[in-house]
């Protein structure tokens, strides 16, 4: 044993263990923080990230075993990231490791080398023959239809061109490049690389130079460099966000500093990558779970290096490292999907204001309707509000109009005051959106003599009858069985109760025998390209009548939707769950946003039976603030969030009696770690007790101290490691829940 103690590093590896591990490096083997790792563990050999070194270790470090290999030759992870990773292990209670080695790419975690700068991606375009032959529908093949008619869509292609990865996000699938090269040979496709590739005049020239409006101008000024002051940029669809958003980003890359764009969901909401595309032509890394690991590896790569100085990805994408970080901007910052349903729960809205600090830089908020969380903020004067409130193509604001449902009776969902509505838009030549947020044919089957209803076998959830399909599917799990003929119990009829899109659809069908009627939720889009073709064939027509989920209220431009109709509006008011009213009212301005985009403003009609319920009486598509007022009151009162904080643990067995018996057991060190001002409710049955054949339970903490909040569950986590509890009992923390369901 020598007198000079050997160096130790502390190394993060992918185990759900709550803690770094000591190594000790061997003589003449350099590691510093953010290098990957191999290290022994156990009888295997891991790849792990270095998070601390020079560090005193509580064991004797004779005994510690060495670091066997080290994979990089810089850090991979700056300072920055690894703050925000630890950060958010702590704040999520989730174990370092996992956090750590999930922020990067998988190859990366298996051990593979950091890629050496890769070619620039080429852009795809449409030739003219391409061009023809789509619209002479020529094109046989399904997906090559799709890969042509998406670069031949503006929204989607900007300038008519996208490199593959972009095309592979939007189509939710990856075109080989065999199957671009083959559309190539036929002459309807051609490649470029980007820097042959002019910047599109229709994007830079126009769009770049043209007057931003005085409030648009105001945000573009609103942000200061280096100021880490979160920023909400309020606007409905229409209102210049995105314009906004490239503004500020024009001028962050011209400082020479990186842009970081997280998005929702790729698939639904192409534009928006594509037109940072064509305004940073060649400058742009995509980050989304459709993309092949090595495409996923290389775009990291070029995020990591600096060479990408736009940064466009989903959730995950928050973790990518950037040299030079100047802004952060999450668009539709209200979407559930920011927050990662399991494993490591966190919220990419909120870890985002996180490294905003922790980078020093800005973070810029987009929504039409920003979360109450965040408007709350804004009112306290943490984030810069910066609305937008007049479009910058002059149309007037729709009109909300409600109808009576106790008065006029809905039959298969629609009320004769919706249905001249619709008659009358489309007298005008205008399209009519029908929303209705529920899927299926019929919701339930029911038998009204014996009070049977097709329950899921394993889950506690009804079974959706779906048109055409002879199977009856549940919506959660996944089971599906044929739809008896009969009551299974008594023998009589059964009755199809509720509605849902593939209903409607008929109804709307019967009403409007001569109009095209197109249908947008996900059982019609399921296969591939089959949203690009919906979408295209939506701003093809002029009269026609969509109806679908709130599919509908997502970004997409549709520029002749004179009238939007809200079939059931109740359905999400009286919910129980925690944010199902914020939801529905999202919906209901999302849905807005559709109407009246062309040159005559649309109208809202929205079918309730509590027409006089304060939400709907103080609905104002135009001033989300205002409208969400008495939401925000009611969450003061009961001290809910942004008033108040809440984590659930949430408890899964094989059965009920290990469910309920172990909750109860968990819940004792957290009511005894219980700091003043930290309430435990429960354990209680998960609202949907039964999931897939395991039985759920859940105990809720509230409470107005994050941090009390926090210690508590930091101390109910030690207690319950000594526990020995059975192996198959899965527990889950879950911070800042996005629903109590
Ligand atoms: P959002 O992201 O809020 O939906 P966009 O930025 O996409 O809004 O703007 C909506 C439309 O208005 C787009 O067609 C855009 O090109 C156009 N637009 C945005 N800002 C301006 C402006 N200052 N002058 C003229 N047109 C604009
Ligand atoms: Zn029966
Ligand atoms: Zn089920």
Redesign the pocket.
């Known amino acids: 044993m020598s007198d000079t103690p050997s160096p130790i590093v502390r190394v993060a590896i992918d185990r759900p263990l709550d803690r770094l591990f000591d190594y000790r490096l061997p003589a003449g083997v350099e590691a510093v923080p953010g290098m990957r790792v191999r290290v022994p563990f156990g009888p295997t050999r891991l790849t792990g990230v270095v998070m601390e070194d020079g560090a005193d270790s509580e064991f004797d470090p004779a005994r510690l075993r060495a670091v066997a290999e080290v994979l990089d030759p810089t850090p991979l992870l700056p300072p920055s990231l690894r703050e925000l990773l630890a950060f958010g292990s702590r704040y999520y209670h989730h174990p370092i490791g996992e956090v750590v080695l999930g922020a990067l790419p998988p190859a990366l975690r298996r051990g593979r080398p950091l890629p050496e700068a890769a070619t620039p991606e080429p852009l795809w375009a449409l030739t003219a023959d391409g061009r023809a032959a789509l619209q002479a529908g020529a094109i046989r093949g399904a997906r090559q239809r799709a890969i042509l008619a998406t670069l031949a869509d503006p929204a989607a292609a900007p300038g008519g061109r996208l490199d593959r990865p972009t095309l592979s996000g939007i189509l939710g699938r990856r075109p080989a490049p065999r199957e671009m090269e083959r559309l190539a040979e036929h002459g309807w496709l051609e490649c470029r690389t980007p820097d042959d590739a002019p910047p599109d005049p229709a994007d830079t020239d126009a769009?770049a130079d043209?007057?931003?409006?005085p409030e648009?101008q105001a945000a573009v000024d609103a942000l200061t460099p280096g100021e880490a002051r979160p920023l909400l940029l309020e606007?409905?669809?229409?209102?210049?966000?995105?314009?906004?958003?490239?503004r500020m980003a024009q001028r962050v890359v011209a400082r020479g500093e990186q842009v970081l764009v997280l998005i929702p969901e790729i698939a639904l909401t192409p534009?928006?990558a594509a037109?940072i595309q064509a305004r940073f032509p060649g400058q742009v890394a995509l980050l989304h779970s459709g993309l092949a690991e090595g495409e996923r590896l290389r775009a990291w790569a070029s995020a990591a290096r600096g060479d990408a100085r736009v940064v466009v990805g989903t959730r995950s994408a928050l973790f990518t490292p950037l040299p030079e970080p100047g802004l952060i901007v999450v668009d539709e910052e209200h979407d559930a999907a920011f927050k990662q349903q399991d494993g490591f729960r966190y919220n990419a809205r909120d870890l985002a204001i996180k490294r905003g600090q922790v980078e020093g830089i800005p973070v810029v908020l987009?929504s039409?309707t920003p979360t109450l969380e965040t408007l709350e903020a804004a009112r306290q004067g943490r984030y810069t509000h910066c609305p937008?409130r007049t479009?910058?193509?002059g149309t007037a604001p729709p009109r909300v109009e409600t109808v009576d449902t106790r008065v006029h009776t809905p039959d298969e969902g629609l009320t004769p005051p919706l249905l001249d509505a619709m008659q009358a838009t489309l007298a005008g030549g205008q399209q009519c959106f029908v929303l209705l947020n529920r899927r299926g044919y019929a919701r339930t089957l029911a038998c009204d003599h014996c009070g049977w209803v097709a329950d899921c076998r394993h889950c506690d959830a009804r079974l959706t009858i779906h048109a055409g399909q002879p199977r009856a599917v549940c919506h959660l799990c996944g089971h599906h069985e044929p739809v008896p003929a009969r009551c299974p119990d008594c023998g009589a009829e059964l009755a199809r109760r509720g509605l849902g899109t593939q209903r409607l659809e008929q109804a709307l069908a019967r009403h409007f025998p001569q109009t095209p009627l197109i249908r947008l939720d996900r059982d019609s889009i399921r296969h591939k390209g089959a949203l690009e073709e919906a979408l295209e064939r939506i701003r093809s027509l002029d009269g026609a009548i969509v109806v679908g989920t709130q599919m509908l209220a997502k970004?997409h431009?549709f520029p002749r939707v004179g009238l939007v109709g809200v079939v059931d509006v109740d359905q999400g008011l009286y919910s129980v769950d925690l944010r199902a009213t914020e939801h529905t009212l999202q919906l209901i301005v999302q849905a807005a946003g559709r109407a009246g985009r062309g040159e005559s403003g649309g109208r809202v009609l929205l079918q309730t039976g509590h027409p006089e319920h304060p939400l709907i009486r103080g609905l104002d598509a135009d001033d989300y603030t205002a409208m969400v007022r008495p939401l925000l009151d009611e969450r003061a009162d009961s001290g809910f969030p942004p008033f108040g904080h809440l984590a659930l643990v949430r408890v899964e067995a094989a059965d009920a009696a290990t469910a309920e018996a172990r909750a109860g057991e968990l819940a004792v060190p957290l009511r005894q770690a219980a700091a003043p001002g930290v309430r435990v409710l429960g354990p209680a049955p998960a609202p949907r007790h039964r999931v897939n054949r395991r039985y759920r339970e859940q105990i809720l903490l509230q409470s107005g101290d994050r941090r009390a909040l926090h210690a508590t569950l930091h101390q109910a986590r030690r207690a319950w490691e000594g526990m020995n509890l059975p192996r198959e009992l899965r527990i889950a923390l879950d911070v800042d829940p996005v629903s109590l369901a």
């Open positions: 769009a043209r007057p931003l409006t648009q606007g409905v669809t229409g209102s210049g966000k995105t314009e906004v958003y490239l534009q928006l037109r987009g039409a937008l479009r910058p193509d970004g431009d």
